[in-house]
Nanobody, 116 residues
Framework: QVQLVESGGGLAQPGGSLRLSCAAS????????MGWYRQAPGKQRELVAV???????NYGDSGKGRFTISRDNAKNTVYLQMNSLKPEDTAVYYC??????????WGQGTQVTVSS
């Protein structure tokens, strides 16, 4: 059974940091590209960052400069370190495992709220 379980979300103050984790099980983690996406209320889901099985990284516009994606294949986990958080980073953050458009999985999402 495929599972992607996100954790680490919550309330952060502007300028603060959060580290999201996504623990994967039920599939061969080390051959999947892993990504983080986010969806704010009333907006479309957007790419934050993706990391290939070999460690190549691409950031979406929302993730450039302040966010860092990493993966630990030994722990079947992908991380998103978020620094200098802004209120506009408030969204539900989703973990994604991707091989193709026909073979990809989503987590249930974790809420990140940035507010003073």
């Amino acid at each position: 059974q495929v599972q992607l379980v996100e954790s680490g979300g919550g309330l952060a103050q502007p300028g603060g940091s959060l580290r999201l984790s996504c623990a994967a099980s039920g599939f061969m983690f080390n051959i999947y590209a892993m990504g983080w996406y986010r969806q704010a209320p009333g907006k479309q889901r957007e790419l934050v960052a993706v990391i290939s099985p070999g460690g190549r990284i691409n950031y979406g516009d929302s993730g450039k400069g302040r966010f860092t994606i990493s993966r630990d294949n030994a722990k079947n986990t992908v991380y998103l370190q978020m620094n200098s958080l802004k209120p506009e980073d408030t969204a539900v953050y989703y973990c994604n495992a991707y091989i193709s458009s026909l073979v990809n999985y989503w987590g249930q999402g974790t809420q990140v709220t940035v507010s003073s």
